[in-house]
């Protein structure tokens, strides 16, 4: 049962070990702030939340670090532009500092929404402004930047590899995502690592610099951070796919033409969410946020729910249809697990526990983890055992087991369930149907099973 995971930097499934047994250090792509995450952005924390339980299940501790990008990501992955949080602070008229906190703080509430365990470190772009004016002096000592009107650039072609990780053909970047805009650098894949403030212009976010005042660029406050929390190497870096022809591949570059040594021994990247075929986006106008979901009426953790039927590794097509599905089947589930009344966990089942585990570590094989899970609940095995075992997967499902209690219902509801059996013992089907209609409105859903009446929450 050893762990296998994807790795990026390779294409192909490794077994991840930790030699010396240290916590392994895990570095996530954190969120610029400058809006509300939606969905998409979010099935990459609950990708790297399993992955990080997944670990813990297998006996690792994890020290996990999460940036905040609060300065520095512009509008265009060519590095022109208005700054994203400044641009936003503007149509709020909100202060640089004040938007980036309440979105931090937005973001941290959908983490705990959906049962994402908050990172162990968590470190702010602007409250590491030095360490990146650090980084790029050691670059600059390399001989790998030149400086242009609007800034301090980092030459790829001075990195031999560059573009390997995304298996880019750096020759033919002269078009499409990486368009050469900016006329004075000498490469399209070339990038800023430090910008200079507009001319008679001043930003809320700026500081000086040995090159002038401006501020970093977006790719290089993943590597300072990773750097000053771990050393020049992490065990496991995550994010989207959509980092890995630009973000992550200018973090290697920058950070390996310093440190001369890997970045990240494991890359591991969660697939789009898309919508109507398409991706899902801010700038795409389609974006949905976890409070869109609520407001329809579906629990967060029915989201969360319908993420773990598939691969991390696969794409998945977004649908309200799909969600209501899912929803259902968390309240089944839940309902299940309800009608197992006030028991104490017994003992694991070492078959259910030993297959379970084999899928998880089969690079997170949530879809076949989940199909052991209900065949757990469906199982005949003593429903102290189940208990015990279910909990026991929750460690990495993290859909809050453990919280889930028998249901109590309020003294006059319970009066109304009597009644109803009484109106269905007496075959008054119109009087029981009434019945059970003032119970649904009341939150409660009424089932005749051969045991007798179960009443699940609506």
Known sequence: MELQLFNTLTRQKEIFTQPDQ??????????TVYGFAHIGNLRTYVFSDLLRRTLEYNGFKVAQVMNSTDVGHLTDDADQGEDK?????????????????????????????LHIERPTQWLRASEHIQ????????????GVTYQTSDGIYYDTSTFPRYGEFARL???????????????????????????????????????????????????????????????????????????????????????????????????????????????????????????????????????????????????????WEALEA???????????????????????????????????????????????????LRSEIPTNDKLATLLGFDRVLGLGIESIRPITLPEELNTLLQERETARQAKDWEKADTLRQQLLDAGYVVEDRPSGAFVRRA
């Open 22 to 31: 240290s916590p392994v250090k895990m570095y996530s792509c954190g969120p």
């Open 131 to 142: 360490e990146q004016i650090a980084l790029i002096q050691q670059l600059e000592a390399k």
């Open 169 to 319: 053909h750096t020759a033919g970047q002269q078009e499409g995502a990486r368009v050469q805009v900016n006329t004075e650098k000498r490469h399209p894949t070339d990038f800023a690592l430090w910008k200079f403030s507009p001319a008679n212009q001043q930003r809320q976010m700026e500081w000086g610099s040995p090159w002038g005042v401006g501020f970093p660029g977006w790719h290089l406050e993943c590597s300072a951070m990773v750097m000053k929390a771990f050393g020049p190497t992490a065990d496991i870096h995550t994010g989207g796919i959509d980092h890995i022809p630009v973000h992550h591949t200018n973090e290697i570059a920058q950070s390996e033409a310093v440190t001369g040594q890997a970045l990240a021994r494991f890359w591991l990247h969660g697939e789009f969410l898309i919508i109507d075929e398409g991706r899902m986006g801010k700038s795409e106008g389609n974006a949905l946020t976890l409070k869109t979901l609520q407001a329809k009426a579906f629990d967060p953790i029915a989201y969360r729910f319908w993420l773990l039927q598939t691969h991390y590794r696969t794409k998945l097509n977004f649908t």
């Open 85 to 113: 949080v400044e641009q936003q602070a503007k149509r709020e008229a909100k202060s640089a500092l004040e938007l980036t906190r309440s979105y931090e703080e937005a973001f941290l509430h959908d983490l705990d929404a």
């Open 326 to 376: 899912a929803q259902r089947g968390w309240q089944n589930m839940t309902a299940e697990i309800e009608r197992w009344g006030a028991i104490e966990p017994g003992q694991r089942n070492e078959d259910f526990e030993q297959r379970f585990h084999e899928a998880i570590n089969n690079d997170l094989d949530l879809p076949k983890s989940m199909a052991i899970t209900w065949e757990l």
